[in-house]
C-alpha cells in the first residue's frame, strides 16, 4: 500500500535524518515517560506529585507556544531544534548521574519536568515548520503519515521497552536511571542527525532593521489562521476533537475494570492492540490521500470516531471492545496527518512557526479542558453514555466541515 511520492520519500535523505533523529527521540521519551511516575511514587509515595509533575512537563504548551511560535519564524529553526536536543541530552542524561552519586531528589524532578517541557515547545513547533521545507508538497501527506505512525510505534514499544529496563534493576530509582540513560542517548543521536541535514528548514530571510513587536506578530498569526476559510474551521474541528477525543483511554479502562470487570492483563491487551491500530492507520493514509480528497477523508474519519464510539458504548464483551478500540485508534492518525498535510500546504513559510504554535495551543487547550470534563462525565455517568456523549459531540462537529469551505478541501 506504498504509493510513489512514499517511495520517494525513503529516498530523501534529508528526511531519513530527521525522521529517524525524532523517531530515536521519542521512543526514548516514551521510555522515561513510562518510568517518571514509578520513580516519583518511589521517592515520595506521593500521588499528588506525580499529579503535579506531570502538569509543570504541559504548562509551558499552554503558557509559550504563541511566543515560541514568533521566534520560530524569527530565528534559526535547525540551530533552535540541536539547542532544544542538545538540552534535553545534557538534561535527562543529569538523572543517571545524580542517582550515580546518590543526590537524585524531587526538586531535581521538577526541574527536568519544566526545562524538558520548553524544550519540547520550541523543538516540536520548530519541527512542524521545517517539514515542509524538507519534502515537496506532494509528499506532506506520507510525511505526515510516517510522522503518526512513528508516534504510534513510540507509544507501542515505549511502555514494554520502559518495563524491562526497570525489571532489570534491582530498586525501582536504579531501572529509571537506566530508562532516563536511554532517552539522553536518544537525544544525543537526533543531534547528530540533525547535524548533517544540508537543507535550510526556512526560506532566506531579508535582514530588517527594525522588526513589529513580538505581540504584534503574533496577533498576524492569528488573524492570518481566523481569515482563513479552511483553517479557521479546520483549528475548530481540531480543538473540537480533542475536547472530545481525552478522554477515551480513560474510559475504556472505567468500561473494562468497572463494567466488563476483565483482568489487567486482558487491558493491556486491548491498550496495545489499539495501538496497532494506530500504526495501520498511519500506513494507510499515502495510499488513501492519492485517492480522496482531504475534506472527504476528515469526514469519513469522524463518521468512523462516531460509529465506533457507539460501538464503544455498547461493547458487551471484550471482543467488542477490542474491534471499537481498534477503529478509535486507527482512525486517529488517518485525520491528523491528512490535517497537517493539508494545514502546511496553505501556510506561507514565513508564517509557519506561529500559526503551528496557534493551532497546538488550540489542541491542547481542547485536551485539558476535555480531560476535566471527561473525568467529571466518568465519575457522574459512566463509561457507556461518555461514549453516548462523545459520539453525539462528534456529530455536532461535522458541521465544521460541511457548512464550511474545508468540505471542498482537497
Request: hydrophobic share 55%; charged share 10%; glycine share 10%.
Amino acid at each position: 500500500m506504498q504509493s510513489e511520492s512514499s517511495s520517494q520519500l525513503w529516498r530523501n535523505r534529508d528526511f531519513v535524518l530527521l525522521w529517524g533523529g525524532q523517531a530515536l527521540s521519542l521512543l526514548g521519551t516514551q521510555i522515561s515517560t513510562f518510568a517518571l511516575p514509578l520513580l516519583i511514587l518511589a521517592l515520595t509515595n506521593s500521588p499528588a506529585q506525580t499529579g503535579f509533575i506531570l502538569s509543570v512537563q504541559r504548562l509551558p504548551f499552554l503558557l509559550l507556544s504563541l511566543p515560541v511560535g514568533a521566534f520560530i519564524d524569527r530565528w534559526n529553526r535547525k540551530l533552535i531544534m540541536l539547542l532544544a536536543d542538545a538540552a534535553r541530552f545534557l538534561l535527562y542524561g543529569s538523572l543517571p548521574i545524580a542517582y550515580a552519586l546518590a543526590a537524585l531528589t524531587i526538586v531535581h524532578l521538577y526541574l527536568i519536568a519544566l526545562i524538558g517541557g520548553i524544550a519540547l515547545v520550541f523543538f516540536d513547533i520548530a519541527h512542524s515548520a521545517a517539514v515542509p521545507r524538507v519534502v515537496s508538497p506532494k509528499q506532506l501527506p506520507s510525511a505526515a503519515a510516517l510522522r503518526e505512525g512513528m508516534s504510534a510505534s513510540a507509544d507501542l514499544l515505549g511502555a514494554g521497552i520502559g518495563g524491562f529496563l526497570l525489571g532489570l534493576a534491582p530498586t525501582i530509582a536504579a531501572g529509571a536511571a537506566l530508562a532516563y540513560l536511554a532517552d539522553s542517548l536518544s537525544y544525543l543521536a537526533s543531534v547528530l542527525g540533525l547535524a548533517i541535514i544540508h537543507t535550510p528548514f526556512q526560506v532566506e530571510r531579508l535582514l530588517q532593521d527594525s522588526r513589529p513587536s513580538l505581540g504584534r506578530e503574533v496577533a498576524a498569526g492569528l488573524h492570518f489562521l481566523w481569515s482563513h476559510a479552511h483553517l479557521r474551521p479546520l483549528a475548530l474541528l481540531g480543538t473540537s476533537i480533542k475536547l472530545l477525543g481525552a478522554t477515551s483511554t480513560l474510559a475504556i479502562v472505567v468500561l473494562a475494570r468497572n463494567e466488563l470487570h476483565l483482568a489487567t492483563l486482558a487491558l493491556g491487551l486491548i491498550l496495545t492492540v489499539g495501538g496497532v491500530g494506530g500504526i495501520g492507520g498511519a500506513l494507510f493514509v499515502p495510499w488513501l490521500k492519492t485517492r480522496v480528497p482531504a475534506g472527504q477523508i476528515l469526514l469519513g474519519v469522524i463518521l468512523l470516531w462516531v460509529a465506533s464510539a457507539a460501538l464503544l458504548a455498547l461493547a458487551f464483551s471484550p471482543v467488542i471492545l477490542i474491534v471499537g478500540w481498534t477503529i478509535f485508534t486507527l482512525a486517529s492518525p488517518i485525520y491528523f496527518a491528512t490535517a497537517f498535510a493539508y494545514r502546511a500546504n496553505l501556510v506561507p513559510d514565513g508564517l509557519q512557526g506561529r500559526v503551528n504554535s496557534i493551532y497546538r495551543t488550540m489542541l491542547q487547550a481542547g485536551v485539558v479542558l476535555g480531560s476535566t470534563l471527561g473525568g467529571l462525565l466518568l465519575s457522574l455517568l459512566g463509561a457507556r453514555l461518555t461514549f453516548w456523549l462523545i459520539a453525539l459531540g462528534l456529530l455536532f462537529s461535522l458541521s465544521l466541515i460541511v457548512l464550511t469551505e474545508l468540505r471542498h478541501a482537497q
